[in-house]
């Protein structure tokens, strides 16, 4: 009977211990991750990791927050609004002017997420066309704007070839290509598919001819979680790209999911997969060359007077990254 008392209290006892360990391991790490702009493919993998449970298994809890442009998402990132921001190579300028963060890894590749578009009825039939034109991009020193004095270096016509107009979001961008504000936008390639499909917009170019060695987007995380808790950035990281992983060998999922963040429809986001998702990097690790090229954007928008070290912008100590 004694025996059997003490079996039971045992019992209790270990109950008692295992739901305390239960809990501590459910206590997951709360994490502001924030997307330069809500409307881009590229950016869903955070969506889908978080559907498919994948963050959560790494002990994170993830709040999404989306931005209008690489220069809002740098503001949050200052203010301690978010803790990661997932935003574009030329945003890295940003850093070297003073933004409270560090690159910490890499995400993706040259930018065949990206297009020139056109007004459906536009009378321009090649790029040679905008010499001299207003082009719509999200906002001043953002990958949009970058691209469009890229296609314009590219072609020669000096420092004055074409006019970029910060547009913001989607709504004001369609607004502005409606009536004429601007001659061509770059958007997304989702994005420009589906107003394509509408009779919209017309698709002019892949802009990723002219960037071939970049990193089109990289993560950003501030320097204070980075020297604080730096078990959370690798965390986030490993989340990511075991997601890209999942990605790759998941299409139908993929698209039935990121079809739904983006609400639009599966059709364009199959096609979209297809064109986009060989540009994401599969574990996070910085290109020379891209980074060569990313030194000098920074001189040729304006952004920075000289070149920085890639210690200014950068830190190495997180990639690659092994899911």
């Known amino acids: 009977m004694i025996f059997a008392h003490r079996t039971v209290f045992t019992g209790i006892a270990l109950t008692i211990v295992l739901g305390a360990l239960t809990g501590v391991a459910a206590a997951a790490d709360t ?12 950016f869903t993998p955070l969506d889908l990791g978080v559907e498919q449970g994948i963050f959560a298994k790494h002990g994170l809890d993830i709040q999404i927050v989306s931005f209008a442009g690489d220069a809002k998402l740098q503001q949050a990132l200052a203010s301690a609004s978010i803790d990661i921001g997932i935003g574009s190579g030329p945003g890295m300028g940003f850093v070297a ?9 890499a995400m ?4 065949r997420n990206m297009v020139l578009v056109l007004s459906a009825n536009s009378a321009v039939k090649s790029i040679d066309e905008l010499k001299g034109k207003r082009i719509g991009v999200t906002t ?5 704007d970058w691209l469009a004095q890229r296609v314009a270096a590219d072609k020669g016509w000096g420092p004055n070839g074409v006019t970029t107009v910060s547009l913001g979001g989607m709504d004001s961008t369609r607004a502005a290509m409606k009536t004429g504000q601007v001659d061509a936008s770059v958007t997304s390639t989702e994005s420009a598919y589906a107003l394509a499909e509408n009779k919209e917009w017309r698709v002019l170019a892949n802009l990723s ?6 990193h089109t987007h990289v993560f950003f ?4 979680l980075i020297n604080n808790n730096p078990d959370v950035v690798r965390r986030y990281l490993r989340g990511w790209f075991e997601t890209i992983a999942f990605m790759k060998s998941n299409k139908d999922r993929t698209v039935e999911v990121t079809s739904k963040v983006l609400k639009l429809d599966k059709a364009v986001i199959s096609r979209t997969y297809d064109e986009v998702m060989p540009m994401f990097s599969e574990d996070g690790h910085f290109d020379a060359r891209a980074l060569d090229v990313l030194r000098k954007s920074y001189l040729e928008m304006g952004i920075l007077e000289k070149e920085p070290k890639d210690e200014e912008l950068l830190t190495t100590k997180f990639v690659p990254i092994k899911p």
């Open 31 to 42: 994490l502001r991750v924030g997307k330069a702009v809500p409307f881009s493919w590229t």
């Open 209 to 214: 001819p002219y960037a071939p060695h970049f």
């Open 97 to 105: 002017k003073g933004v409270p963060t560090f690159t910490v890894a």
């Open 221 to 224: 995380a501030r320097r204070e």
């Open 140 to 144: 001043v020193g953002s990958l949009t």
């Open 108 to 111: 993706a590749g040259e930018p």
